[in-house]
């Protein structure tokens, strides 16, 4: 099924610590992560410094970046724009640092009582305005559907890709975050297949929301990785695990394996266990 290697994941739901991040990915046999934050400190904070001591870790570990998980579009769309533009410049150098053009990114809260389509022609003027940038410094903005923002649902962000989809605007697909939006997972791939570029993994069920490992929730990432592999689909699989409240989870803390794992190191492990029972099945 899809190739092993281009599993990658966000190592800061490991640990807070970036060696002990690495440590479990290298016993997993996994190659990338997605880098969001090391000590608790966001990646779009990291000063010049940090950037090179972390990248040179990394470096000597063996281990790349496979994109930023970044919080660029993750504020109200009233917020003022112009100090998050000069984030993003800021994120955009810290991707070439760690040797990736891949950013993931959102596209603005939209208040609960409040209409989004209202705020369409201002999400994409913004998003514009990233991308615009991105392009000029060649980076690549992964937009991921997030619960809460104007491309939560398929459909608007389908029209967020019909709007400015390119080699430097593409889509993130999260099963979970669609299941959470109570979209069905099938119908929101079909629809936006053609702007995928990148897999989160993790499930969720639709009564409660609560997520879950792959596979085991009404994502249908089993059929849609399917469907990907035959389209010859070569981008990451990305574990993003949010286990925490997981009732099995809770279970699997008394086996012999939660002896030698943190709580937060057995919830990576069992998200990477339930992705590669899918993708060797």
């Given at each position: 099924m899809l190739r092993e290697s281009r599993i990658t994941g966000f190592a800061d739901e490991i640990s807070d610590s970036l060696k002990e991040q690495v440590g479990l990915l290298?016993?997993?046999?996994?190659?990338?992560?997605?880098?969001?934050?090391?000590?608790?400190?966001?990646?779009?904070?990291?000063?010049?410094?940090?950037?090179?001591?972390?990248?040179?870790?990394?470096?000597?570990?063996?281990?790349?970046?496979?994109?930023?998980?970044?919080?660029i579009g993750k504020i109200s769309i009233k917020a003022p724009f112009k100090e998050h533009l000069e984030s993003f410049k800021r994120v955009v150098e810290t991707a070439h640092l760690?040797?990736?053009?891949n950013i993931r990114m959102f596209s603005f809260y939209i208040q609960k009582e409040?209409?989004?389509?209202?705020?369409?022609?201002?999400?994409?003027?913004?998003?514009?305005?990233?991308?615009?940038y991105g392009k000029n410094h060649k980076a690549v903005l992964l937009h991921e559907n997030e619960k809460?923002?104007?491309?939560?649902?398929?459909?608007?962000?389908?029209?967020?890709f019909l709007a400015l989809y390119d080699e430097n605007f593409k889509g993130v697909f999260d099963f979970a975050n669609f299941v959470q939006?109570?979209?069905?997972?099938?119908?929101?791939?079909?629809?936006?297949?053609?702007?995928?570029?990148y897999i989160?993994?993790?499930?969720?069920?639709?009564?409660?929301?609560?997520?879950?490992?792959a596979g085991m929730g009404d994502g249908n990432i089993r059929d849609i990785l399917t469907d990907l592999d035959t389209g010859g689909y070569s981008g990451f699989l990305s574990l993003?695990?949010?286990?925490?409240?997981f009732t099995m989870l809770k279970q699997l803390e008394e086996s012999a394996l939660s002896h030698s794992m943190t709580n937060r190191e057995l919830a990576f492990h069992t998200a990477h266990e339930a992705l590669m029972k899918i993708l060797n099945s």
């Amino acid at each position: 099924m899809l190739r092993e290697s281009r599993i990658t994941g966000f190592a800061d739901e490991i640990s807070d610590s970036l060696k002990e991040q690495v440590g479990l990915l290298k016993q997993l046999g996994m190659e990338y992560l997605e880098l969001r934050s090391v000590e608790g400190k966001n990646v779009a904070d990291f000063t010049i410094e940090e950037i090179k001591e972390v990248k040179k870790y990394l470096d000597s570990e063996g281990i790349k970046v496979s994109a930023i998980g970044s919080p660029i579009g993750k504020i109200s769309i009233k917020a003022p724009f112009k100090e998050h533009l000069e984030s993003f410049k800021r994120v955009v150098e810290t991707a070439h640092l760690f040797e990736t053009s891949n950013i993931r990114m959102f596209s603005f809260y939209i208040q609960k009582e409040e209409r989004p389509e209202d705020y369409k022609n201002a999400v994409i003027d913004r998003l514009g305005e990233l991308k615009s940038y991105g392009k000029n410094h060649k980076a690549v903005l992964l937009h991921e559907n997030e619960k809460g923002i104007y491309g939560d649902t398929a459909e608007r962000c389908k029209e967020l890709f019909l709007a400015l989809y390119d080699e430097n605007f593409k889509g993130v697909f999260d099963f979970a975050n669609f299941v959470q939006c109570n979209e069905d997972t099938l119908k929101a791939y079909r629809l936006l297949k053609p702007y995928i570029s990148y897999i989160h993994i993790k499930d969720a069920v639709l009564e409660t929301g609560e997520v879950r490992p792959a596979g085991m929730g009404d994502g249908n990432i089993r059929d849609i990785l399917t469907d990907l592999d035959t389209g010859g689909y070569s981008g990451f699989l990305s574990l993003e695990p949010h286990l925490a409240d997981f009732t099995m989870l809770k279970q699997l803390e008394e086996s012999a394996l939660s002896h030698s794992m943190t709580n937060r190191e057995l919830a990576f492990h069992t998200a990477h266990e339930a992705l590669m029972k899918i993708l060797n099945s």
